[in-house]
Structure formats: structure tokens, C-alpha cells
């Protein structure tokens, strides 16, 4: 895996990770030769990168900048993916050995987890178990979050919207958690990933045909409330030139994506139909804003 060199002076910083020094965003922006950024994606569970930040990720990373991945859970409580743990094999330990391998594919720098456990889906007994990120107090969970974007002195932080895109509890503490981390980091810019509603509505209608035949493809009633209207949406990453990573990245996580699912089943249009772009709310962002890069 390749990470950037540093650009300027990281003199006196001694981490086991040395981060690098925070590109200056004015820069960003009027210089021809992009300096590199570190960017921070923050999930609950193991797949969560592949599915919704693994192109932003990507091109990250195909740009030169550091992309590190922060993983609240190993996700123990996932389903599996018939005849793929071998006798006696931990399901958290094997979804941790596919998030080293998707970070990979993806260009990811650095692969760390918070160490919390799965809360399972909301009202699951789970939930309050201890250790669960759901019942982590925030400011225990945020700062060990904040402590990473320190180190890495991270210039971007992605979190999930206040829903969490679809309700799971530790995808709505990834939310809360992330947004405290990011204040007590001085983390500059937080974004929030999130489902443009409109879109998917508009692709489950025109693919009203071909969907049903797919196990697990979603229905009307399920994305009505996933994610966010359109209207809300400050950020989109037009992610097509990263897919086959992308779906590669997905394709890592065999305990719980299965070849036959709906992810990987469908044919290349459909699947650059539905994951060709990546949506953000940019915090604190002026009304209006319509950004297509991250940094
Ligand atoms: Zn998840």
C-alpha cells in the first residue's frame, strides 16, 4: 500500500502512524498540484466502508492523499453468509481480516478499530450490552476517535447522517460520535454520508422489472426512508472511474455479502446505476453549496 511521503515539516512528531502535516484548503483549491489531505471515514461495522465510502476513498487515494479507516465494531452480530466461517472461527475476527483486505483494494493508508462491539439491530437485547457502541458514552467513544484524528491531524472526517441512513443504532452513534470526535479534534471538515432517496426511488421504478429477480435487491417501502431527500445532499462524488474496486472492496467481505446477493449480482450498468456516486451533507456548509470533491 502506498502512503504519501510527507510534503513539509513533520519534524518532532513521533506516533506509530505518523500522520501528516494539514493541507492548507485555500491551497486545495487554487493550486494546480493538489497538496495531499488526510481523510478520515468513520463506520460501525465491517462492509459499511465498502458499500457507501469506498469510491470517495478511492479516488482518495488515486489522488495521492491518505485515506485511514476507522471501524466502531467488528460486527459480530452480522448475519453469515452460508458455509464460509471455518469450525470454531469468530465471526468479528474474520470481519476484521476482510476490512484489512477492502482497505487494500481501496487504498486505505491505515485500518483501526474503536473497539466496541456490535449493538445488533435497534431494540435487540444487544443494544445495552456492555461494551456495545450503542450504549458507549459519547465522550468515552469521541475520544477515542479524536485521538486518530489527531494523530493523523485529519483534514476530513466522513460520519453518517443524524439517522444513521437507515436507523441502526450503531450506525446513528457512528453520527454522534463522530461529529463530538471532530470537535474535540478541531477536525475542519465533517461529512456527513447519507442516500440520496430521490435517486434510489428513481432506480427501484425504472428497474421495476429486473429487481425482484435479484435476493436481497431493496423494495419501495424499504428505502422510503432511507438516507435523505436530494435536496439535502451538499456533496456527490461522481466515484464511476473507482468501480470495480468498489465492488471488489464489497466482494472482500464474503461472511456477509454472498456472490448471488443483490450487490454483486447485478449486471455492471445497474450496479454503476446505484453505486456510481457517493452522497454527503457537508456540515456547517452554506446554503446551496453543490461540492463534488471531498476536500
Ligand atoms: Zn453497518
Not at 491505515?110 to 431494540?123: A, I, K
Amino acid at each position: 500500500m502506498r502512503v504519501p511521503n510527507p510534503t513539509s515539516g513533520n519534524a518532532g512528531r513521533q506516533t506509530t502512524h505518523p500522520g501528516r502535516p494539514r493541507a492548507n484548503i485555500a491551497d486545495v483549491c487554487v493550486r494546480e498540484h493538489v497538496p495531499v489531505a488526510t481523510l478520515v471515514t468513520f463506520h460501525a461495522h465491517p462492509d459499511d466502508e465498502s458499500i457507501s465510502t469506498a469510491g470517495t476513498m478511492a479516488v482518495a487515494a488515486d489522488e495521492g492523499h491518505r485515506v485511514v479507516l476507522v471501524v466502531a465494531t467488528k460486527g459480530e452480530h452480522g448475519e453469515i453468509v452460508d458455509g464460509v466461517l471455518t469450525e470454531g472461527e469468530r465471526l468479528g475476527d474474520r470481519r476484521a481480516l476482510e476490512t484489512e483486505r477492502a482497505a487494500e483494494v481501496l487504498g486505505a493508508a491505515r485500518v483501526e478499530f474503536l473497539g466496541y462491539t456490535d449493538s445488533g439491530m435497534m431494540g435487540e437485547p444487544t443494544n445495552d450490552a456492555p461494551g456495545s457502541f450503542w450504549s458507549a458514552p459519547l465522550d468515552e467513544a469521541a475520544t477515542r476517535l479524536a485521538a486518530i484524528l489527531e494523530d493523523e491531524q485529519a483534514d476530513a472526517l466522513t460520519v453518517y447522517d443524524q439517522d444513521g441512513q437507515y436507523g441502526h443504532p450503531d450506525h446513528i452513534q457512528v453520527h454522534r460520535v463522530g461529529v463530538r470526535a471532530a470537535e474535540l479534534a478541531g477536525t475542519p471538515r465533517v461529512l456527513e454520508a447519507t442516500i440520496n432517496r430521490d435517486h434510489i426511488e428513481r432506480l427501484i421504478a425504472a428497474q421495476a422489472n429486473e429487481l425482484p429477480g435479484l435476493p436481497d435487491a431493496p423494495t419501495p417501502d424499504d428505502v422510503s426512508t432511507f438516507g435523505v431527500p436530494e435536496a439535502a445532499i451538499t456533496t456527490t462524488i461522481d466515484v464511476r472511474r473507482v468501480l470495480a474496486r468498489k465492488r471488489a472492496a464489497m466482494q472482500a467481505h464474503a461472511s456477509q455479502i454472498a456472490e448471488t446477493s443483490w450487490f454483486l449480482a447485478m449486471p455492471d450498468e445497474a450496479f454503476a446505476a446505484a453505486f456510481g456516486q457517493e452522497w454527503y451533507i457537508h456540515r456547517g456548509a452554506l446554503p446551496g453549496t453543490l461540492e463534488t470533491s471531498i476536500f
